[in-house]
């Protein structure tokens, strides 16, 4: 089937609310992972558990894991924006602004990934799409207001870290716009994400190892237990369903996990971190809902 097909179809909805749930928890362990250990080696040691647990997966499922040269060169023009330059500028991100920003800037995915679809796919959007994206946006806006006025990092500390967030969110619609393209999507996710994983490993191992010397470990517990979570859930059974969302309805309304993610993050760090909600953040959330009910109501429409 052609990106651009029914959201609401089975199929497609329930990986999206998984991995929307998954990745709306991930940006709290992610800033536990920030501290004695750089960030782009931690960023090795969770997609090299990933990239393990995809290389086990198509073992045992039986997916070829020969996908030729041409596949080396789609695994690599897929791998190292999302796995290598994506993760290591949200890492570096959290160290100036709060995962809850990080969370807020990477709901706009949304617009490159639109932007990408129309330019390389043909993929327009309806009207109703438009309207609803836009709404959204404009809650995404107030929740990001919202975390300006709390965070405690100056202003050059914020913008910074606003900067290096968008540039994760350009490598990462570059990786999710070539996962709608016809040569990959002939291809088994499966195989083509240990791949993809692999090269981001080596690339991430490279980097960290000319930045920071040889590898470093932590001993706790938690930093540990984390990681596992990262690899296996966050981004093993997490992109592997992404990936597949991103196929059958394109880059375009897949990226909308992104605008709940925040909403996500921000309930549970009032569970666990006592986050307040203010009238802004609310007006924010419920923005941002009301404007994907209605995009999701409309359909892209292939040219």
């Known amino acids: 089937m052609k990106p651009g097909g029914g959201f609401l179809q089975l199929r497609v909805l329930l990986p999206f609310l998984l991995i929307t ?39 045992a499922t039986r997916v070829p894991l020969g996908i ?16 290598f330059l994506n993760f290591n500028f949200v890492y570096a991100a959290e160290h100036y602004v709060t995962s809850g920003l990080v969370a807020v800037v990477f709901a706009l995915l949304l617009v490159p990934n639109s932007a990408l679809a129309f330019l390389f796919l043909r993929q327009r959007t309806t009207r109703g799409f438009v309207i609803g994206s836009a709404i959204a946006v404009a809650g995404v806006a107030l929740l990001f ?16 870290g606003i900067v290096l967030t968008l540039l994760a969110v350009v490598s990462a619609s570059a990786s999710n716009v070539l ?16 791949w993809g994983m692999l090269y981001g490993v080596i690339a991430n191992g490279a980097t960290a190892w000319l930045l920071y010397g040889p590898p470093t470990v ?8 984390g990681l596992v979570y990262l690899g296996l859930f966050a981004s093993a059974l997490a992109f592997t369903f992404y990936f597949q969302i991103i196929r059958a309805i394109g880059p375009a309304k897949a990226a909308y996990s ?12 009032t569970v ?15 923005l941002a809902m009301v404007g994907l009910a209605i995009a999701l109501k409309s359909r892209e429409v292939a040219a």
């Open 258 to 269: 992104s605008l709940l993610v925040p909403i996500i993050a921000m309930a549970l760090s």
């Open 179 to 194: 996962q709608a393209t016809e040569r990959l999507r002939a291809r088994p996710i499966s195989s083509m994400l240990a």
């Open 272 to 286: 666990f971190e006592g986050y307040r909600w203010s009238t802004l953040a609310v007006a924010g959330g419920i």
């Open 21 to 59: 749930l998954i990745w709306g928890s991930t940006w709290t362990v992610i800033r536990d992972q920030i501290g004695t250990v750089p960030a782009t080696w931690s960023v090795t040691y969770r997609f090299a558990i990933a990239c393990a647990a995809m290389f086990a997966w198509s073992a």
């Open 218 to 225: 932590e001993q706790r517990i938690g930093y540990w237990a």
């Open 145 to 160: 207001v919202q975390e300006m006025r709390v965070s405690a990092a100056a202003p050059r500390e914020v913008m910074l």
């Open 68 to 83: 030729g040269r041409h596949g080396h060169v789609l695994a690599l023009a897929t791998g190292i924006p999302q796995f």
